[in-house]
């Protein structure tokens, strides 16, 4: 019984393996080794004519009048006009960007901070590319009122407003505004407002009633973006991409490109709160209203649309009050574009964290990655981190784990007797089985015993493998000497062969299955995982052997008190 019960839970422990194995292929650019994907990749056409080059250009949202709520996105088809465009650089110590002033759309942002895995080339967040890679933030002006008429939108030719376009040393607010013409009785302002050190960029829209007549309009927030997602594996265990939304009453949504495409997509109902975001693997956009009361009191509706050619949107439409002849309305907005960093997530908006994806482990990867964070804060090394945080697991899961190795150290010592016995008795299974159940009561030994500590590790490791997978901060985080990756694997296999070292003395200190075959297993194992941990990201490695050293000393001790070491 202790036998099958033992090989089950290496079957549950290696298939584990193999999944996290696959999906580390998956996030390193390549197929899948087992378990290839049900579909490939999402792939984009090439740009069409007509109608539809209109849609990847972002404009074929139906009107202003489409229905609240409805799964759409927020943009009046409009025609840009022939005025000339200019391409507005801005650099800052996080970014260099291009707005457009057609519709003072921001259609480029590189992160200087992150370097590609090549580290020759910067992140580069935003593209005004091919369908592919055409990834934008817009913005522009709805009529609330089925009129016909228009209003300042992303299409609306603005004017660049004078002033710097690079921030200066010693200087920590950079503003570059844009100014529209006149369009159905009102006049678009935007003034973007990048701060020095962070990748919330405040984004202010001044709406001004140049007319005679007041005027219902609505305030539009839109990310445009590429449906080009990483190929998973048959179960789905990637990270999250695609567009995101939240409220406080309904939470977070999840809102897949294939759900859009599909039309099952239900995007959250009106609310007077919540946000839109664009996730992607370790980095986020999102528009948000914040900054003043008025502003984040706003009611708000939220819309997704297909445009085909693999481009999508989401849109967050605010509506304004009425504008009385020749008042400003004005509205403050951010627009997030950078890395998940959780806890820099949380301080600027409720749930805006969701986006770092966890996948079905949240439960216990946020505790793990919170910890994690606090030991980062007093030790500055996220490998020595990783060492830390299995010192205290391995604490806290002491005299449970101290149980589980006597119960081994147990089944060690009784082992002999085991095997007599199966070789007495080996033509009479009935009556082996009898035998050894009595043995077991006998020696008070616990055949199930020694499982505890693979049943408990199991979930702590998968859970720490999503937390390296889709924390930033372990992306490009050096540990010691040649590990200057923690997210990447080994590039000279040590720690995968330390790994194995020590698997192989820990299966030397657990009792011999009675069955060859199974005694056998119990060394091939081990050296069939060191192949997979090879692969692994080195922080999820270094977690295991930190792990597998400390159990080894605590086996050894037990062992040596019960008498049993080496037998």
Request: net charge positive; proline share 7%.
């Amino acid at each position: 019984m202790n036998d099958i019960r033992r090989t089950i839970l290496w079957v549950i422990f290696g298939f584990s393996l193999v999944l996290l194995w696959d999906q580390w292929q998956v996030f390193n650019g390549n197929k899948p080794t087992f378990l290839p994907s049900t579909k490939p990749a999402a792939t984009a056409p090439a740009p069409t004519t007509g109608a539809a080059a209109a849609a990847a250009a972002g404009s074929s949202v139906p009107s202003a009048s489409a229905a609240p709520g409805a799964s759409a996105g927020a943009v009046p088809t409009q025609a840009a006009a022939a005025a000339p465009k200019e391409q507005v650089t801005v650099t800052t110590d996080l970014f260099k960007a291009t707005i457009d002033s057609e519709g003072g759309t921001v259609n480029y942002l590189e992160l200087l901070k992150y370097d590609e895995n090549d580290r020759t080339k910067h992140v580069v967040l935003f593209e005004n590319g091919s369908p592919a890679t055409r990834y934008l933030a817009q913005t522009g002006l709805l009529n609330q009122v089925d009129t016909g008429e228009r209003f300042p939108n992303h299409l609306t030719p603005m004017a660049p407003k004078a002033g710097p376009r690079e921030m200066a040393a010693g200087q920590n607010t950079l503003e570059v505004g844009f100014e529209s013409a006149p369009v159905g009785g009102l006049k678009y302002v935007k003034t973007y407002v990048f701060h020095r050190g962070d990748y919330a960029i405040g984004v202010r829209h001044e709406v001004v009633n140049v007319s005679d007549q007041p005027r219902d309009a609505q305030l539009y927030m839109q990310l445009l973006r590429h449906g080009t997602v990483a190929s998973s594996t048959m179960f789905g265990t990637n990270t999250f991409t695609g567009p995101a939304a939240y409220t406080n009453e309904k939470k977070f949504h999840k809102l897949a490109f294939t759900d859009i495409t599909k039309g099952k997509v239900e995007p959250p109902p009106a609310a007077n709160d919540g946000w839109i975001a664009m996730v992607q693997h370790y980095f986020v956009s999102a528009w948000l209203l914040r900054g003043d009361p008025a502003s984040e009191g706003l009611k708000r509706e939220f819309r997704v649309k297909d445009l085909g050619d693999n481009l999508y949107t989401i849109a967050m439409v605010a509506t304004l009050p009425k504008i009385a002849p020749g008042a400003t309305q004005t509205v403050n907005s951010t627009l997030f574009a950078g890395p998940e960093e959780e806890k820099k997530l949380e301080a600027i908006a409720p749930g805006l964290d969701l986006v770092k994806d966890y996948g079905i482990f949240a439960i216990i990867s946020k505790p793990l990655y919170w910890l994690l964070n606090q030991l980062h804060g007093l030790i500055g090394n996220w490998g020595w981190s990783i060492v830390a945080l299995v010192v205290l697991l391995k604490a806290a899961f002491y005299w449970l784990n101290a149980k589980a190795y006597a119960s081994m150290a147990k089944m060690k010592a009784i082992n002999p007797k085991i095997m007599e016995m199966r070789e007495r008795l080996k033509d009479k299974p009935q009556e082996m089985q009898q035998e050894m159940m009595r043995i077991y009561k006998t020696e008070k030994v616990n055949p199930m015993g020694g499982c505890f500590p693979i049943l408990i590790q199991i979930p702590v490791f998968i859970a720490l493998y999503w937390v390296l997978l889709s924390s930033v901060e372990m992306r490009h985080a050096p540990w010691i000497g040649w590990i200057t990756d923690l997210s990447a694997p080994d590039p000279w296999y040590i720690l995968p062969i330390v790994m194995t070292a020590t698997s192989l003395l820990q299966t030397w200190l657990n009792p011999t299955p009675p069955d060859p075959m199974q005694a056998k297993l119990m060394w091939i194992m081990p050296l069939a995982f060191s192949v997979m941990f090879i692969f692994f990201p080195a922080g999820l490695v270094l977690y295991w052997i930190t792990n597998n050293i400390l159990s080894i000393a605590q086996q050894w001790v037990i062992n040596k008190r019960l008498g049993v070491l080496g037998k």
